[in-house]
Nanobody, 123 residues
Framework: QVQLVESGGGLVQAGGSLRLSCAAS????????MGWFRQVPGKEREFVAG????????YYKHSVKGRFTISRDNVKNTVYLQMNSLKPEDTAVYHC????????????????WGQGTQVTVSS
């Protein structure tokens, strides 16, 4: 069982930065691939970034590549999403999630989910 709690969201101007954190409980956090997803009202939840258990492999949604960086600290049981050069279209509720799969980009591949943190980017 893994419980996930996101933090770090907020209101930022276009071009600004935010760092999201996702704190995980559970002794087996290190064995899970972690992902960040986002969702806006009326739309499906979409994959943003993923990182495998060791942190060696990372992968991103095309529109955030070069602006967002996912990382993890298996000692602190935390995964991060550094978001730079933010755009109004990045506005969404951001969720972290955990999966036992090595690579996963679909919502139904992830087993555990956090409640989300709101990110709002003003123009």
């Amino acid at each position: 069982q893994v419980q996930l709690v996101e933090s770090g969201g907020g209101l930022v101007q276009a071009g600004g930065s935010l760092r999201l954190s996702c704190a995980a409980s559970g002794r087996t956090f290190y064995s899970y691939t972690m992902g960040w997803f986002r969702q806006v009202p009326g739309k499906e939840r979409e994959f943003v970034a993923g990182i495998n258990w060791s942190g060696v492999n990372t992968y991103y949604k095309h529109s955030v590549k070069g602006r967002f960086t996912i990382s993890r600290d298996n000692v602190k049981n935390t995964v991060y999403l550094q978001m730079n050069s933010l755009k109004p279209e990045d506005t969404a509720v951001y969720h972290c999630a955990a999966t036992p799969l090595e690579i996963a980009t679909m919502t139904d591949e992830y087993q555990y989910w956090g409640q989300g943190t709101q990110v709002t980017v003003s123009s």
